[in-house]
């Protein structure tokens, strides 16, 4: 089983600000990698897929990077609704594995 | 409009029975994989497997296989999980996620709301 170590923990970011999250696996996946927000009381959201394409409706503020094992979202001017809970996971091998999530916190 | 309906929470105590289920409408139930992960309390989320409704193959994670049963019936456009005998360690939230093709691959893109199961003495 791949095993996806997200970074940092929490991340505490001013309103305006760029915040950059960043996912290792332990393996290659390729470009096989998406990223996921999650709000509380919420069920996961979509985000990226292929390391670096942003699904249907996402403001282009959201960009991702990477390829291999080293990957990259990042959010270029934090709003206030952007403030949550972000996983990457993987789908190069079955199962599909998640990080332990990034926190996203207003400063 | 896609959604996906999930059954009610539920309190068991160790060693009951349980099946929730989730309920698929507006998009064709049997062209589309459907999977469920689990998120435990404070923690992140999980798949524990994937059915594909018009002919029930499934397909578990190895951490869930043997622990859990997925199934569907495609005649009331629901898929369902469930535990022959429920422990304190299934405390969890379960969601239902629709599986669509980006690229060539399955990725969640409608999810349930999530259904709670506690299991507590």
């Known amino acids: 089983e791949i095993v996806m170590t997200q970074s940092p923990a929490a991340l505490s970011v001013s309103p305006g600000e760029r915040a950059t999250l960043s996912c290792r696996a332990s393996q290659s996946v390729s470009s096989n990698l998406a990223w996921f927000q999650q709000k509380p009381g919420q069920a996961p959201r979509l985000l990226i897929y292929g390391a670096s394409t942003r699904a249907t409706g996402l403001p282009a503020r959201f960009s991702g990077s990477g390829s291999g094992t080293e990957f990259t979202l990042t959010i270029s001017s934090l709003q206030s609704e952007d403030f949550a809970l972000y996983y990457c996971q993987q789908y190069y091998n079955w199962p599909d594995t998640f990080g332990q999530g990034t926190k996203l916190e207003i400063k | 409009e896609v959604q996906l309906v999930q059954s009610g929470a539920e309190v068991k105590k160790p060693g009951e029975s349980l099946k929730i289920s989730c309920k698929a409408s507006?998009?064709?139930?049997?062209?589309?994989?459907i999977g469920w992960v689990r998120q435990m309390p404070g923690k992140g989320l999980e798949w524990m497997g994937i059915i594909y409704p018009s002919d029930s193959h499934t397909i578990y994670s190895p951490s869930f296989q043997g622990q859990v049963t997925i199934s569907a019936d495609k005649s009331i456009s629901t898929a369902f999980l469930q535990w022959s005998s429920l422990k304190a360690s299934d405390t969890a939230m379960y969601y239902c996620?629709?599986?669509?093709?980006?690229?060539?691959?399955?990725?969640?893109?409608?999810w349930g709301q999530g259904t709670l199961v506690t299991v507590s003495s």
């Open positions: 996620a629709r599986r669509n093709l980006y690229g060539n691959a399955g990725l969640p893109d409608y």
């Open positions: 507006g998009y064709s139930f049997t062209s589309y994989w």
